[in-house]
């Protein structure tokens, strides 16, 4: 794999921790050392980082904290 490509994993942790976890890239990379781009892409796939993944964690956050106080009101109106 090309030097710069390396230096450019080095500063990324996450496309670091990415490509070790997925050696398919490292063929990937040498063969084409200018798809980082899509290295990026199927990294934030990877670790759900897109922003559908994030609105959706937001939103399940969301629904759970809705449920609690929906328990929470039906607990005091036991009592």
Do not use: G
């Not at 559908?52 to 929470?72: G, I, L, R």
């Amino acid at each position: 794999m090309r030097k710069d490509v390396l230096e450019y994993l080095e500063r990324q942790k996450d496309l670091k921790q990415f490509v070790r976890e997925q050696p398919l890239w490292y063929r990937k990379l040498s063969r084409n050392p200018y798809d980082l781009q899509s290295l990026e892409v199927a990294s934030l796939h990877y670790y759900r980082k897109t922003i559908p993944d994030q609105v959706e964690k937001f939103s399940n956050s969301v629904q759970m904290a809705s449920m609690m106080y929906s328990m929470f009101q039906a607990m005091k109106n036991q009592n």
